[in-house]
């Protein structure tokens, strides 16, 4: 990038720094997404389900399980509401 006149050093520490923020929100995204995940197979979704309800693959179903959370998961609710599927659409079935 010809033209930047500020130092290099500078310009890696500050991109590093705005590195780091967002990698610790995209984690906290991805606890998020892995407790929902399993809330709805607590709920009664099958792996299938949720895959198509999120529009991935079962495969990355199972990624999204198996990732390690950073938090504490909450405890599965003891009644579960009446299971719907919401398609990215936003309709039911």
Not at 49 to 75: H, M, S, W
């Amino acid at each position: 990038m010809a033209g930047r006149k500020s130092d290099p050093w500078l310009r890696a520490r500050m991109a590093t720094e705005e590195m780091d923020k967002h990698l610790a929100a995209i984690a906290g995204l991805a606890d998020e997404r892995a407790l929902a995940v399993r809330e709805l197979l607590a709920r009664g979704f099958t792996r299938a389900e949720v895959a198509r309800g999120l529009g991935v693959t079962p495969a990355v179903v199972t990624k999204i399980l198996k990732r390690p959370l950073d938090r504490l998961a909450p405890q599965t609710p003891a009644a579960a509401p009446e299971r719907k599927l919401v398609t990215i659409s936003g309709t039911t079935s």
